[in-house]
Structure formats: structure tokens, C-alpha cells
């Protein structure tokens, strides 16, 4: 069985309040795979470095970007994106409220070896506009994979 953590790095309670505009929106997406090597200072790939913060906190040691990319969406639509061969992250953004927050549906689907496709992870997440929020916990390669998601704005 597949462990599965979900760290928001927001601290707030409650929904998106009422929606203010349809327009599609914007999501920075940073995928990799985190492992223990024994590694201090931590290493991380240059190009997860804006993320940084948002992996505070885990037992990783060593990070090294699969994707990292911006994924934009319609708001109640869902826009699906491969990580890696075995991953495609589909998110789903609802409307954003106007106190500033937006519910976005968070689906990880992990192709099996015989070709099989089973939810590795499927959860909500409030986010507010330029703050990060991570999951992870699926095994790839030799590590774990962690996702860090935000939520960049409408464009």
C-alpha cells in the first residue's frame, strides 16, 4: 500500500468564497523525486530552487526535478499533465473566491506494469494565490515523489 502525506503550507480554515471571474488560471507545478542520501546541505536541482521553502520539513535529503512546468486551466475544468511515465497529475481549479482562495481538486494517477490506472492520491486543496502547498509519499525511482503546487493567478 502506497503511504501518502499532504503538507499545505497555508494555514487557514474554511472554503473558496464566492467566485469572481471564469477566466482560465495559472499553476506553477514542480514534481521530483526526493530521497535520503546522506546529503548536507541538502541538495537540490537549480531548477527547484523557488521551491525550496515549500520542502522544509521533510526527511529528504536530495531533490531531483521530473517536471516542473505551468499548468493552466479552466476553472471546473480539469487539465491533465504527465510528471513521468508512471504519473499524470490532473487538477481540477474551482472558481476563485473573492476573499482570495481557490478550492483545486488534486488527482495523482499512477500507471501500473500492466497498464492499469489507479489513484495514487486524490484530494482538495484551498490555495491562495502565490503560496506553495506540497504532497507527496508515492515511491518513484529510488525515492519518494513530492509535487508542489501554485497557484500563480488568472491569466
Known amino acids: 500500500m502506497l503511504g501518502l502525506l499532504v503538507a499545505i503550507t497555508l494555514n487557514f480554515s474554511g472554503g473558496a468564497g464566492d467566485s469572481i471571474s471564469q477566466g482560465p488560471l495559472s499553476f506553477g507545478v514542480w514534481a ?48 491533465r499533465t504527465v510528471l513521468t511515465p508512471e504519473y499524470t497529475l ?6 476563485p473566491g473573492k476573499d482570495g482562495r481557490l478550492r483545486l481538486r488534486v488527482c495523482l494517477e499512477l500507471k501500473t506494469a500492466d497498464g ?23 515511491r518513484v525511482g529510488k525515492g519518494d515523489l513530492v509535487v508542489v503546487v501554485e497557484w500563480r493567478g488568472q491569466d
Request: aromatic share 2%; hydrophobic share 40%.
Open 32 to 79: 521530483m523525486e526526493a530521497t535520503r542520501e546522506g546529503a548536507s546541505p541538502a541538495k537540490i536541482d537549480p531548477s527547484l530552487e523557488s521551491v525550496r521553502e515549500a520542502l522544509a520539513g521533510l526527511p529528504h535529503d536530495t531533490f531531483r526535478a521530473l517536471f516542473t512546468g505551468t499548468v493552466n486551466a479552466a476553472p471546473e475544468q480539469e487539465k
Open 116 to 138: 492499469a490506472v489507479k489513484k495514487a492520491l486524490n484530494t482538495s486543496l484551498v490555495l491562495v494565490s502565490g503560496k506553495k502547498a506540497r504532497m507527496g509519499g508515492p
Open 90 to 95: 490532473a487538477l481540477r481549479p474551482g472558481q
